[in-house]
């Protein structure tokens, strides 16, 4: 996924996993899934912990780490320092 998008998929994902009625449901997640293995969002690890603390998206760590677990961790360490 192109780093240019990466803001847009964080903040698609921060609202339908806690900002609508469409929390926690079968669509979050598909699109949580598409955005990880089909537009390869992890890949830019840098962008993603960039937009992670800007929009302060935290909360979707555990999401991630649902569907690509290695990828999180590296994550999770770059965001720690």
């Known amino acids: 996924m192109r780093s240019k998008y990466i803001s847009d998929a964080i903040g698609v994902l921060m609202k339908l996993f806690f900002q609508s009625e469409t929390e926690g449901t079968y669509l979050a997640m598909r699109t949580l899934e598409f955005y990880i293995d089909e537009m390869d ?14 929009q302060k998206a935290y909360a979707l760590l555990p999401k991630f780490k649902l569907i690509d677990s290695k990828s999180v961790d590296v994550l999770e360490e770059m965001l720690r320092g």
């Open 41 to 54: 969002m992890l890949k830019d690890l840098e962008s993603v912990a960039f937009e992670v603390e800007h």
